[in-house]
């Protein structure tokens, strides 16, 4: 199911239609029943099965040659850059086919061929890419600090070492561990040898074998990286894409980590969980969410697929990329892959999803939070909402500041999740900044830009981050921002509705200011780079819904939090079904499951079970899928007619009953706002900057005196947000796979 996609490219001219990306998604996503041999066919065919032709790493590449019915397997000879390679090929899973790994592949252009007598011969030219990446992410990143030394392996406790190189490279190494029947892991350094507490587990596919877990350590993109599967090495064969531990159930979860930060480091560990740092260690606490590796499941993740390391959507789709390559040619193709993973680790799949469809075949984004611009543009009006509040003239109640900020509670712009608005700072950070966003440490404090004392150093808002994406301002070498609030009505709803005064509105807007280039508040409003909002709809770095969005099954599942300062507030869901009507007509492919907050006992609980029904639901689906052979018109067609029936929007109670009434659910737990909403804008909130029009008193439910009105015009010279129309610069997803090879420039993918 998850063979690369071949011949799906976008034109050298214009915009890739939706139709064109449909297509493609149907190609990659659904591969292994698209790349069958034909048994009719005159002609050899070679495909790539580890990952696109044009994006090898690592000097190798498994692959796949279809062979005419007519042609006897062993008739058919390859070569790799005219060298026979025919040993390296065995017949595959498919009738008619065979695999190899194909290694020694030289930096650059490789070219295979495949011939027989009687049928026309096949050429495949793949393009090697070093394994310390980049391949599509666009330049690396500098400061880069590595953290091998500080890493220590899961249960083994053991440090990996001191990094080989500049890109922090370590040798790859394999340990295995076993569950002890106590129910702890435990390291197995002899694998020949059964410990008499050795535990069994029985998997999805009823095999109950010993829980012993093979671990691979690595590096990949300047990641560190790991994979954790069950593997006896004393009864099952030594793993390779033609022998298959007989505890491996065929799926890959692949998991993303939270937070939002800068990079400039490797990072530390590859699993973070949004209950804190306390459970943040390594794949094995994939358990906590769904018990996956005791039931069969392959699981893989990196320090740069973790969100709090690296804010980069773009790069965590390329590790992800090479780290499941590394798994396909030591384990051969999964039947599916699921991307797994809350809050940040929410964002990554989400964007990958659009944006390279078919790395994951179906998403569970919990604590969905869309991506990184819809992260933090709404929360770095906080700051900004304060200013105005803790100097007014007026009296503000709690009340009125919280219909202003539109979040379930006015806390939320003054407790924990306002230190992630300090993703528009530069750095350094004022002394009594709880931000914690700047990574220092592991990069040393004299690393990090200060207008004063370091303008060249590394710069901790999230457009430097993103830089290769967006690009920089020519004039001033920093990053170009699509970030901006002229015309913006803060409290225009809550104005409309009576909450607070024609004072206090004019106020408000008249002081709320914005942000410099340093992120440091300022009188004025924030002024976005028109390029770098073109760039941000274009490119797909505001979450639109559309791109592989539109054909991938989705269960999105939070707890609820609307009720106190947390940073996963429930809208966001409700905001992504509204993006996925827009760009499709529908949001079919989309189920939304909520459950209590899980700060208690009982809610964690009920979250936790919650995660076992996601996974369970999420492998019928794509099973469901994978085993569908009846035709379709459309790939959207397909994933919704095979969503299980039992799988359609839920809430659970206090004592984790399932709810399917919404009228309940949206009683129970209903979903707030934020700024950016409490000012007008409709409810797929993905306007970065509004077109304008004129002040109108029309607008306004309460009245206004002519020296208020006037007032008002002259707050907004150029007029206020006109919600009516589409952003400035807002246009179509350009297309998917696409390349950066400098910053602020992209091609598509080949």
Same mark, same amino acid.
């Given at each position: 199911?998850?063979?690369?996609?071949?011949?799906c490219?976008?034109?050298?001219?214009?915009?890739?239609?939706?139709?064109?990306i449909?297509?493609?998604?149907?190609?990659?996503?659904?591969? +292994?029943?698209?790349?069958q041999?034909?048994?009719?066919?005159?002609?050899?065919?070679?495909?790539?099965?580890?990952?696109?032709?044009g994006?090898?790493?690592?000097?190798?590449?498994?692959?796949?040659?279809?062979?005419?019915?007519?042609?006897?397997?062993d008739?058919?000879?390859?070569?790799?850059?005219?060298? !026979?390679?025919?040993?390296?090929?065995?017949p595959?899973?498919?009738?008619? $086919?065979?695999?190899?790994?194909?290694?020694?592949?030289?930096?650059?252009?490789?070219?295979?061929?495949?011939?027989?007598?009687?049928?026309?011969?096949?050429?495949?030219?793949?393009?090697?890419?070093?394994?310390?990446?980049?391949?599509?992410?666009?330049?690396?990143?500098?400061?880069?600090?590595?953290?091998?030394s500080? %890493?220590?392996?899961?249960?083994?406790?053991?440090?990996?070492?001191?990094?080989?190189?500049?890109?922090?490279?370590?040798? @790859?190494?394999? *340990?295995?561990?076993?569950?002890?029947?106590?129910?702890?892991?435990?390291?197995?350094?002899?694998?020949?040898?059964?410990?008499? &507490?050795?535990?069994?587990?029985?998997?999805t596919?009823?095999?109950?074998?010993?829980?012993?877990?093979?671990?691979?350590?690595?590096?990949?993109?300047?990641?560190?990286?790991?994979?954790?599967i069950?593997?006896?090495?004393?009864?099952?064969?030594?793993?390779?894409?033609?022998?298959?531990?007989?505890?491996?159930?065929?799926?890959?979860?692949?998991?993303?980590?939270?937070?939002?930060?800068?990079?400039?480091?490797?990072?530390?560990?590859?699993?973070?969980?949004?209950?804190?740092?306390?459970?943040?260690?390594?794949?094995?606490?994939?358990?906590?969410?769904?018990?996956?590796?005791?039931?069969?499941y392959?699981?893989?993740?990196?320090?740069?697929?973790?969100?709090?390391?690296?804010?980069? *959507?773009?790069?965590?789709?390329?590790?992800?990329? /090479?780290?499941?390559?590394?798994?396909?040619?030591?384990?051969?193709?999964?039947?599916?892959?699921?991307?797994?993973?809350?809050?940040?680790?929410? /964002?990554q799949q989400?964007?990958m999803?659009?944006?390279?469809?078919?790395?994951?075949?179906?998403?569970?984004?919990?604590?969905?939070?869309l991506?990184?611009?819809?992260?933090f543009?709404?929360? =770095?009006?906080?700051?900004?909402?304060?200013?105005v509040?803790?100097?007014?003239?007026?009296?503000? @109640? #709690? &009340?009125?500041?919280t219909?202003?900020?539109?979040?379930?509670?006015?806390?939320?712009?003054?407790?924990?999740?306002?230190?992630?608005?300090?993703?528009?700072?530069?750095?350094?950070?004022?002394?009594?900044?709880?931000?914690?966003?700047?990574?220092?440490?592991?990069v040393?404090?004299?690393l990090?830009?200060?207008?004063? @004392?370091?303008?060249?150093?590394?710069?901790?808002?999230?457009?430097?981050?993103?830089v290769?994406?967006?690009?920089?301002?020519?004039?001033?070498?920093?990053?170009?921002?699509?970030?901006?609030?002229?015309?913006?009505?803060?409290?225009?709803?809550?104005?409309?509705?009576?909450?607070?005064?024609?004072?206090?509105?004019?106020?408000?807007?008249?002081?709320?200011?914005?942000?410099?280039?340093?992120?440091?508040?300022?009188?004025?409003?924030?002024?976005?780079?028109?390029?770098?909002?073109? /760039?941000?709809?274009?490119?797909?770095?505001?979450?639109?819904? =559309? +791109?592989?969005?539109?054909? #991938?099954?989705?269960?999105?599942?939070?707890?609820?939090?609307?009720?106190?300062?947390?940073?996963? !507030?429930?809208?966001?869901?409700?905001? /992504?079904?509204?993006?996925?009507?827009?760009?499709?007509?529908?949001?079919?492919?989309?189920?939304?499951?909520?459950?209590?907050?899980?700060?208690?006992?009982?809610?964690?609980?009920?979250?936790?079970?919650?995660?076992?029904?996601?996974?369970?639901?999420?492998?019928?689906?794509?099973?469901?899928?994978?085993?569908?052979?009846?035709?379709?018109? $459309?790939?959207?067609?397909?994933?919704?007619?095979?969503?299980?029936?039992?799988?359609?929007?839920?809430?659970?109670?206090?004592? +984790?009953q399932?709810?399917?009434?919404?009228?309940?659910?949206?009683?129970?737990?209903?979903?707030?706002?934020?700024?950016?909403?409490a000012?007008?804008?409709?409810?797929?909130? !993905?306007?970065?900057?509004?077109?304008?029009?004129?002040?109108?008193?029309?607008?306004?439910?309460?009245?206004?005196? *002519?020296?208020?009105?006037?007032?008002?015009?002259?707050? %907004?010279?150029?007029?206020?947000?006109?919600?009516?129309?589409?952003?400035?610069?807002?246009?179509?997803?350009?297309?998917?796979?696409?390349s950066?090879?400098?910053?602020?420039? %992209?091609?598509?993918?080949?």
């Amino acid at each position: 199911m998850n063979v690369p996609m071949n011949g799906c490219h976008r034109p050298a001219s214009g915009a890739v239609s939706s139709t064109l990306i449909v297509v493609c998604a149907l190609v990659f996503l659904f591969g +292994g029943l698209a790349a069958q041999a034909d048994p009719v066919s005159r002609e050899l065919e070679i495909l790539a099965l580890s990952t696109r032709p044009g994006m090898v790493s690592g000097g190798a590449v498994l692959v796949r040659i279809n062979v005419p019915q007519n042609v006897p397997l062993d008739a058919v000879s390859v070569t790799l850059n005219g060298q !026979d390679i025919t040993n390296a090929f065995r017949p595959g899973e498919e009738p008619g $086919s065979l695999v190899g790994l194909v290694e020694s592949l030289v930096l650059g252009k490789n070219t295979l061929g495949a011939k027989a007598k009687g049928v026309q011969a096949a050429r495949l030219d793949v393009i090697s890419h070093p394994v310390t990446g980049p391949i599509f992410s666009g330049p690396h990143q500098t400061p880069f600090i590595c953290e091998t030394s500080s %890493f220590v392996l899961p249960v083994t406790g053991e440090a990996l070492g001191a990094p080989l190189d500049a890109d922090c490279s370590i040798a @790859t190494r394999v *340990d295995y561990v076993y569950k002890s029947t106590d129910g702890t892991l435990k390291p197995l350094p002899n694998p020949t040898v059964r410990p008499v &507490d050795l535990a069994q587990t029985t998997t999805t596919e009823g095999r109950t074998v010993n829980y012993i877990v093979r671990v691979e350590t690595g590096t990949i993109d300047r990641a560190i990286y790991q994979i954790a599967i069950l593997h006896d090495p004393d009864t099952d064969p030594v793993t390779s894409p033609w022998t298959k531990p007989v505890g491996w159930n065929e799926r890959l979860i692949y998991f993303f980590g939270g937070g939002c930060a800068p990079g400039y480091h490797q990072g530390e560990f590859t699993f973070v969980s949004k209950f804190g740092p306390s459970v943040e260690a390594s794949v094995f606490d994939i358990e906590r969410y769904g018990d996956a590796l005791s039931r069969g499941y392959a699981v893989a993740a990196s320090t740069q697929n973790i969100f709090r390391m690296n804010c980069n *959507d773009v790069l965590s789709a390329e590790t992800t990329m /090479m780290v499941k390559e590394r798994f396909i040619r030591q384990y051969g193709v999964p039947r599916y892959t699921i991307g797994w993973g809350g809050s940040g680790g929410s /964002m990554q799949q989400d964007l990958m999803a659009q944006n390279y469809p078919g790395l994951l075949d179906g998403i569970t984004p919990s604590e969905n939070l869309l991506g990184g611009l819809d992260f933090f543009t709404p929360i =770095a009006d906080c700051p900004l909402l304060r200013r105005v509040f803790d100097s007014s003239t007026q009296a503000w @109640t #709690v &009340d009125q500041k919280t219909a202003v900020a539109g979040w379930g509670v006015w806390d939320y712009c003054t407790g924990s999740p306002a230190q992630f608005a300090n993703v528009v700072r530069a750095g350094p950070y004022p002394p009594d900044s709880a931000g914690t966003i700047c990574p220092a440490p592991p990069v040393p404090a004299a690393l990090i830009y200060d207008p004063a @004392t370091n303008p060249t150093g590394a710069r901790c808002t999230w457009f430097d981050n993103s830089v290769n994406l967006l690009g920089r301002d020519p004039e001033t070498g920093f990053a170009r921002r699509a970030m901006d609030n002229v015309g913006v009505q803060y409290g225009l709803v809550a104005f409309n509705a009576g909450k607070i005064s024609a004072v206090q509105f004019l106020e408000l807007n008249e002081r709320i200011g914005g942000y410099d280039i340093d992120g440091n508040i300022i009188a004025s409003r924030t002024v976005a780079d028109r390029k770098a909002l073109r /760039m941000a709809y274009e490119t797909g770095r505001m979450n639109s819904g =559309a +791109g592989g969005l539109t054909t #991938v099954p989705i269960i999105d599942w939070r707890s609820y939090h609307d009720f106190i300062a947390h940073i996963h !507030d429930s809208v966001r869901s409700q905001i /992504m079904r509204a993006r996925l009507i827009a760009a499709n007509g529908n949001a079919a492919n989309q189920v939304i499951l909520i459950s209590p907050h899980d700060g208690t006992p009982a809610g964690a609980a009920i979250y936790a079970a919650l995660g076992l029904d996601v996974l369970r639901l999420m492998d019928q689906w794509l099973g469901n899928i994978a085993s569908d052979t009846a035709p379709y018109d $459309s790939l959207a067609e397909k994933v919704v007619r095979n969503k299980p029936a039992e799988l359609v929007d839920a809430c659970y109670g206090a004592a +984790g009953q399932k709810i399917t009434d919404q009228a309940t659910c949206e009683s129970l737990y209903p979903a707030r706002s934020n700024p950016r909403l409490a000012a007008g804008e409709p409810l797929t909130n !993905d306007v970065l900057k509004c077109e304008l029009k004129p002040v109108n008193r029309r607008d306004y439910a309460q009245p206004l005196t *002519d020296q208020q009105l006037a007032r008002l015009e002259t707050i %907004f010279p150029q007029g206020v947000c006109d919600y009516s129309r589409r952003g400035v610069e807002q246009e179509p997803l350009v297309g998917t796979w696409l390349s950066y090879p400098s910053p602020g420039h %992209f091609r598509p993918g080949d």
